[in-house]
């Protein structure tokens, strides 16, 4: 059974930082790229907030999180990670895992809510 498991968020002040985790199992984890979305309201689309590569060679941002939130990946372990510092309200959000190949497979998802 082909699953993602995300775990890491919680309620964090503003300025402050917090890394997700993302654990696959059931499929051939290096051969799909990786991705966090967020859904920050309900009703509202899910936003990409970043990718990476297979390969770990390529990762991409959106504007809003560049330079504050880095995207990584262990093979060995089946995990993708999202670091995200300078925490904003804006981030405040669903956080979901996507890995994408031939197929794309979603995770239940992890609230982060950064408020004061």
């Known amino acids: 059974q082909q699953q993602l498991v995300e775990s890491g968020g919680c309620l964090v002040q503003p300025g402050g930082s917090l890394r997700l985790s993302c654990v696959a199992s059931?499929?051939?984890?290096?051969?799909?790229?990786m991705s966090w979305y967020r859904r920050q309201a309900p009703g509202k689309e899910r936003e990409l907030v970043a990718?990476?590569?297979?390969?770990?060679?390529?990762?991409m941002y959106a504007d809003s999180v560049k330079g504050r939130f880095t995207i990584s990946r262990d093979n060995a372990k089946k995990t993708v990670y999202l670091q995200m510092n300078s925490l904003k309200p804006d981030d405040t959000a669903v956080y979901y895992c996507?890995?994408?190949?031939?197929?794309?497979?979603w995770g239940q998802g992890t609230q982060v809510t950064v408020s004061s």
């Open positions: 990718s990476i590569s297979s390969t770990e060679d390529s990762t």
């Open positions: 059931g499929f051939t984890f290096s051969s799909y790229a």
């Open positions: 996507n890995a994408k190949s031939w197929r794309v497979l």
